[in-house]
């Protein structure tokens, strides 16, 4: 079946650790995207890659940082200069311009 | 002014009623719109695609009104399991796709 894998579903760390949160996903989408979630507001774009070794900042980027080396693959790195990192953070990707987003089913971390 | 508005809600309705939200934008370059359901702390869901002409999709029904800027999205013959917030999402003729903070329905027994 195809689809997007974001792992672990569950992520718990200690203020001022970096920790890189996975997606991988074998629909063979050229776009991938990470959005954040926080209660009560809606999703917020992180970072977006629409080919291969290209990615650009969206509207809340600082803090995160991402690769992009593989089609299949585009982790997120959340970076100890993030402020306030405890969110849903869920990855998605989109064949082709002016197609619905795929989801994954997102990574839930914590930060204490 | 947002780039997608919604009503946050929540909508609370008895099942069997219809209900109707609608989702304003800004942008009128905007070029691809789309419903998501989405589950309590769960990821997003495609509802449907909203087409220029409007569509349905069994008991969906969702609009586009090009002219004063937003796209509805009406549900028929609500059922519980209809509970779930609804997510306007709007493409503005680049690679990003800006979403609405969604609006609670709430199907009562």
């Known amino acids: 079946d195809g689809g997007i894998t974001q792992s672990p579903k569950y992520l718990f760390r200690k203020e001022g650790q970096n920790v890189t949160l996975s997606c991988e996903q074998n629909?063979?989408?050229?776009?991938m995207y990470w959005y954040r979630q926080d209660p009560g507001q809606g999703l917020r774009l992180i970072y977006y890659?629409?080919?291969?070794?290209?990615?650009q900042k969206g509207d809340i980027a600082e803090g995160y940082s991402v690769s992009r080396e593989k089609k299949e693959s585009f982790p997120l790195t959340v970076t100890s200069a993030q402020k306030n990192p405890t969110a849903f953070y869920l990855c998605?990707?989109?064949?082709?311009?002016?197609?619905?987003?795929?989801f994954g089913n997102g990574t839930r971390l914590t930060v204490t | 002014r947002k780039e997608v508005e919604q009503d946050p809600g929540p909508f609370n309705v008895p099942e069997g009623a219809t209900v109707a939200f609608n989702c304003t934008y800004s942008?009128?370059?905007?070029?691809?719109f789309f419903w998501y359901r989405q589950d309590c702390r769960k990821e997003p869901k495609l509802l449907m695609s909203?087409?220029?002409s409007g569509n349905e999709d069994g008991r969906f029904t969702a609009q586009l009104n090009r002219a004063s800027q937003y796209i509805s999205l009406l549900i028929r013959d609500s059922k519980l399991s209809d509970s779930a917030t609804y997510l306007c999402?709007?493409?503005?003729?680049?690679?990003?796709?800006?979403f609405g903070t969604g609006t609670r329905l709430k199907v009562l027994a």
């Open positions: 998605a990707s989109s064949p082709r311009y002016n197609s619905p987003l795929h």
């Open positions: 629909l063979n989408h050229d776009a």
């Open positions: 890659s629409q080919i291969v070794n290209d990615f």
């Open positions: 942008n009128s370059a905007s070029q691809s």
């Open positions: 909203v087409y220029s």
């Open positions: 999402v709007v493409r503005p003729g680049t690679y990003k796709y800006i």
